[in-house]
């Protein structure tokens, strides 16, 4: 029989890497079709949410997009608003699913803001190795506990020149992170795609793929800065 030294520390393995926001978080969206919350992202601006495009792709094509904004929750109150239209970028391919895998969502109607609905802007600069980050998301049913209440993570960014020990593709689109926890490292790390990475209340990353005790994986949203301005102009 384990004792309770030993369930205690196994519990605290578990929860010490992750755990839920307690107030909140303005700028993060749900993604959601009929079946429920299929990937998060970044409110960029009234109409537009920064997202993933590996988790958009792979939706069937008659699949109703909508963005609920708002809430902590999964299953809580939040604002709703359908998706008119997908952009992704140019050089995304889906046969490499973690090479240039961003994507914009544009909403039919704009979010009303308010103090618990606000969007975030990209930093003006690109971000250093050994930033001290915060990536926010909700665990999936691959991750130990499906939860309802948003995670927070705080983490720190690595050279891509480190990040490439682990993935060879690694470049200048990439942002890579790293937990220093004593403890378990990334083991109990939510694997919510698109999930906003923020340095100083600015986007810097949008969550591409969790690998257990690996690095985390970004988009390095300063790369697509151009791009993203460009792509909002032109559609308004």
């Not at 939706?59 to 998706?83: C, E, H, I, R």
């Not at 240039?100 to 930093?123: C, E, H, R, T, W």
């Not at 003006?124 to 995670?151: C, H, I, M």
């Amino acid at each position: 029989m384990y004792s309770i030294v030993v369930i205690s520390v196994f519990l605290f393995n578990v929860f010490a890497s992750a755990k839920d926001v307690l107030t909140p978080v303005p700028y993060h969206a749900s993604v959601r079709t009929d079946k429920g919350h299929i990937c998060s992202g970044a409110i960029l601006a009234e109409k537009w949410i920064a997202t993933v495009a590996h988790i958009l792709i792979v939706q069937d094509t008659d699949a109703k997009l909508n963005v609920v904004v708002g809430t902590n929750q999964l299953n809580g109150p939040g604002d709703s608003y359908a998706v008119s239209k997908i952009f992704f970028y140019p050089k995304y391919n889906s046969s490499y699913i973690l090479k240039y895998n961003m994507a914009l969502l544009k909403l039919d109607k704009g979010i009303k803001f308010g103090s618990q609905v606000k969007a975030i802007s990209p930093l003006n600069s690109d971000t250093k190795e050994g930033a001290n980050l915060v990536v926010t998301g909700w665990k999936t049913p691959k991750d130990y506990f499906r939860t309802n209440n948003l995670q927070e993570k705080y983490v720190t960014s690595i050279s891509n020149k480190k990040c490439r020990n682990y993935f060879g593709f690694v470049d200048g689109f990439h942002l890579c992170s790293e937990d220093k926890s004593d403890f378990v490292g990334d083991a109990d790390y939510f694997r919510d795609a698109g999930g906003p990475l923020v340095e100083n209340d600015k986007l810097v990353g949008i969550l591409n793929q969790f690998f257990g005790r690996l690095p985390a994986l970004y988009s390095r949203v300063f790369k697509y800065r151009s791009w993203i301005k460009k792509t909002m102009s032109k559609n308004k």
